[in-house]
């Protein structure tokens, strides 16, 4: 006969009745629902960042207050008088008691495990509290390199409660570990956190210093009432990407919720692997654990096992794996850098067809090391062939330097990588930090090309939050779908994942919460995330409630072709010889379209690429392919008449600065074709895959333009700023400023009808002159710092209007340069010169970039308000402005929005190639 009872809250109403009813439930579905307690009530969230050490979760302290609010109420209740006394003892297998902790008071209960059963023992019949310490799919905290892997624990847990005597078992219940479930763009924003970055002691302080964004950023949030939270540099350490640090969910319990943090297993900081000790994992572990305010830190917690040519095994944990992998990028890095410069040494006719047949990056880590010495003899030997070239033989300093790096990045990455031939076999020389010695690691050859294979996937940029978007709420699945970016394939006879395969089967995890994983090919893209492709908006405009907004090269082209042909329609027969049709590049002839009825500004004016190869970075930041196309075009001109410098990788920022004004003849001159592909095969792809999983919730193309693609890694980058990297606070959009081709008013409207009646993503009509002058659209602005203006001039005002000369086309420079000082009054000193600091400046050149005009009506017909950004210091980094910023949102944690409430939802099938 029974005689002691597990009583908890079966029925998830909030609170344990004892009721028949209530335990009737304890073993059917999800029975009681426990919230992990990875939180410190005793703290409550800062509202400013400040230098801190990490802070411990209440679910990691010996000590438990009765305040604590997340462990749950068990009761064991004596249902029939036992006539005597019963050891009674807790039973559960021993890997959920690494879960679970159990408290007796303010005693927590240490188990005793013995075949793989965890034994609590109890005091006697009494109030307990269950503590959940971890969250379902779970990393392991031990691995290799084998890729398979144990699958990861799930969400239930089942109890069972029994009397350590001849009256054996008792009784059980049923357990489950919340989800972490993440919340759409539809919430009410209640902060937006930013990183300040400035560095006065770099030589080119305007490409490193996010203070327009921060300004714009700002001033858009200031009406709402919206806080902004800046990170310092003493807290970011120079990493100011914030939004793929962290990703923002929640917790739902029966008794209410909280946020978790989920820290994203990312070592970098700023855009590229490098070997620091600080990012912005100090920021998540010192500033947000808080009351109803949890932190998820078990992907920072494991070690993989390795072993050496001689069976010897050691272990790397995840924090020193960061330095493994620089390492070993150091020679895959090399590799391709030795290919790219191959290609950029070719010249003459021949040219593409080599290019063709130069072989891509080696897929494994030995082979790759191997390769390295011969590349650079096949460099050595096509700058002999070339240094008679039209392109060379003019520039003998630059292919002198070429050859220079080439044997730097040879010579680093043999001496970080010690090759042995018998038995095949690799050490490498871990270099000391700040904060680690220095150390060798012994790998077998196989070893090695395994290590190398996950370590790319462990510290993968999909595995960062850009790469984590919440799609709209679906009649199957009413708290939105996830969607990552994540291709599964086979390499080598394995199994291969983008992501993580700890942190893809942690997500997959989750989806008893009912938010199924959505997964579409990102593979093609440098960093590979999901907000580089599409955003996902709140709209009243639509009975679903959202809608999609994505890059679109197809919409982009169409604007500039429309522009192209009205500019060519307003030439005379004189001007039309100064444009060839069809087009050609030519050194003397103008860049600029600023002739005719109908001129066009180039895009991205004022602007300049980054072109970055510190020391301690392992992944260079360079200007796009089609700007080197541009230039190396120019170079082959012995006498040019513009400035267009090539971006010779040795030094930083050598031969800058590199002007990123490119016109509306060269940008579809020198696109390979990338964007037309990318539209009828990837970018197609992603739409159907979004139309499977979300039915047909509007997707809404912006004008992107991505850049050439890059032969040794089949991947590019966008190359006009990303508006689909936007950031949603309520019913405004934080969009990139694209710094597209502007137009007069007229021509503008003329071109945008002309698109619209095409492409159909906003109706025609929302395109006059009254309404593009009403909504501001025909002002130009820039950000600029003193003493970093683009253009020639004798003063800083001058520069500017000859920056901006095709904006005001027929008039003369003195006269732009008067104007520009009128539009900004107090910018300038009286000699022309601006004042010290960052200056957001109007130019008065009564233009309308069709980009934006685009932009804008698209969200105006979802209902939302446009508020641009500067984002150019991410755009020159591989982000934007949604890369740069987080938000905290409130969740939907309503009655109907319980996920315990919504029908088991199965895992679609995963995106494979």
């Known amino acids: 006969m029974v005689t002691y009872r597990l009583d908890a809250d079966y029925d998830r109403d909030g609170r344990v009745s004892g009721r028949p009813d209530e335990h009737d439930l304890r073993l059917t579905g999800r029975g009681a629902i426990l919230v992990a307690n990875l939180d410190v009530d005793a703290r409550m969230l800062p509202t400013v960042v400040r230098p801190g050490q990490p802070v411990t979760v209440d679910a990691a302290r010996t000590s438990k207050a009765a305040t604590d609010n997340e462990p749950s109420d068990v009761r064991v209740v004596e249902a029939v008088p036992a006539g005597g006394s019963c050891p009674l003892v807790l039973k559960m297998n021993a890997a959920d008691a690494a879960r679970l902790a159990v408290w007796e008071g303010s005693h927590r209960i240490t188990p005793a495990s013995a075949g793989g059963e965890a034994r609590f023992p109890l005091t006697g019949p009494g109030a307990l509290r269950f503590e959940a310490i971890d969250l379902a799919g779970a990393p392991p905290a031990l691995s290799g390199l084998a890729t398979s892997q144990a699958a990861p624990p799930g969400p239930g847990i089942q109890v069972r409660l029994d009397c350590d005597s001849a009256a054996g078992p008792q009784d059980a219940g049923q357990f489950t570990l919340a989800p972490l479930l993440f919340m759409d763009n539809g919430g009410q924003t209640r902060r937006v956190y930013i990183c300040e970055v400035a560095d006065a002691r770099v030589a080119a302080p305007h490409l490193h210093e996010n203070t327009p964004a921060v300004r714009d950023v700002a001033a858009a949030l200031r009406p709402l009432g919206v806080p902004l939270v800046t990170v310092p540099t003493d807290v970011h350490g120079g990493d100011a990407w914030i939004q793929d640090q962290y990703q923002l969910g929640y917790l739902h319990g029966p008794a209410g919720w909280m946020y978790m943090v989920l820290h994203l297993p990312r070592t970098r900081a700023d855009t590229s692997l490098a070997l620091r000790d600080q990012n912005l994992s100090t920021l998540v572990t010192s500033h947000f654990p808080a009351r109803d305010v949890g932190v998820y830190d078990a992907f920072w917690h494991r070690d993989l096992e390795v072993r050496a040519a001689n069976g010897t095994t050691s272990r790397i944990a995840f924090s020193d794996s960061d330095r493994v992998l620089t390492v070993m990028t150091r020679v895959f890095l090399a590799e391709r850098k030795l290919l790219r410069l191959i290609r950029y040494v070719l010249t003459g006719p021949a040219a593409a067809a080599r290019n063709e047949q130069l072989p891509g990056v080696s897929s494994d880590f030995f082979t790759a090391r191997n390769n390295l010495p011969r590349l650079l003899t096949q460099l050595e030997r096509t700058a002999d062939e070339m240094a008679t070239s039209q392109l060379w033989q003019n520039n003998g300093a630059g292919l002198s330097q070429v050859r220079t790096l080439a044997k730097a990045e040879v010579t680093a990455a043999t001496q970080a990588v010690v090759v042995q031939t018998a038995p095949p076999a690799v050490r490498l020389r871990l270099p000391a930090t700040a904060n680690r010695p220095a150390r060798d690691i012994d790998l077998a050859a196989a070893e090695a090309d395994r290590l190398a294979q996950r370590l790319r996937t462990l510290h993968s940029s999909h595995n960062f939050g850009g790469n984590i978007e919440v799609g709209p709420a679906t009649r199957d699945a009413p708290l939105g779908k996830v969607v990552v970016g994540n291709v599964t394939r086979t390499e080598v006879g394995q199994t291969v994942t983008d992501m993580d395969p700890h942190l893809l089967a942690f997500l997959r995890g989750q989806a008893h919460g009912g938010q199924p994983l959505v997964e579409i090919d990102t593979s093609w893209l440098d960093v590979g995330h999901v907000d580089e492709v599409l955003a996902f908006v709140p709209t009243q405009s639509n009975r679903f409630g959202a809608a999609t907004l994505r890059a679109s090269p197809t919409v982009a082209f169409a604007l500039i072709d429309a522009l192209a042909n009205r500019f060519w329609d307003g030439l005379s027969i004189l001007e039309r010889s100064l444009y060839p049709n069809p087009y050609r590049y030519s050194a003397v002839l103008p860049r600029r379209t600023d002739k005719g009825t109908s001129p066009v500004t180039m895009l991205m004016r004022g602007q300049e690429w980054l072109h970055d190869d510190s020391p301690d970075l392992m992944n260079p930041i360079e200007p796009p392919l089609i700007y080197t196309e541009l230039a190396k075009a120019d170079a082959a001109f012995q006498i040019s008449a513009h400035r ?255 996920w315990w409430r919504q029908a088991a939802i199965p895992q679609p099938a995963a995106s494979r190639r």
């Open 644 to 898: 267009i410098p090539l971006p010779h990788p040795p030094q930083r920022e050598s031969f800058g600065p590199f002007p990123a004004d490119v016109s509306i003849f060269e940008l579809p001159h020198f696109d390979d074709g990338t964007n037309a592909d990318l539209e009828e095969n990837q970018l197609t792809e992603i739409e159907q895959r979004l139309t499977d999983a979300f039915g047909n919730v509007p997707i809404l193309r912006l004008p992107v333009i991505f850049d050439n693609l890059d032969k040794a890694t089949g991947t590019t980058k966008a190359f006009t700023p990303d508006l689909a990297n936007l950031q949603v606070v309520g019913d405004r959009l934080l969009v990139p400023r694209p710094y597209g081709p502007r137009a007069r008013v007229p021509d503008a409207v003329a071109v945008l009808r002309d698109v619209a009646a095409t492409h159909r993503d906003v109706e025609a009509s929302a395109f006059t002159d009254k309404d593009l002058r009403t909504r501001r659209l025909d002002r130009t602005y820039i950000w600029v710092r003193d003493a970093f203006i683009l253009g020639n001039g004798g003063d800083h005002a001058a520069s500017l209007a000859d920056a901006f000369a095709d904006g005001f086309p027929g008039v003369a420079q003195e006269e732009a340069r008067k104007r520009i000082i009128r539009a900004n009054p107090g910018a300038f000193f009286p000699n022309g010169n601006l004042r010290s600091g960052w200056r957001k400046l109007s130019i008065p050149e009564g233009t309308v970039d069709v980009f934006e005009a685009w932009t804008d009506a698209v969200a105006r017909s979802l209902g939302l308000v446009v508020q641009w950004v500067d984002a150019w210091y991410y755009h020159i980094r591989l982000g934007s402005i949604h890369c740069g910023t987080n938000v905290i949102r409130r969740p939907r944690t309503d009655r109907t929005s319980a």
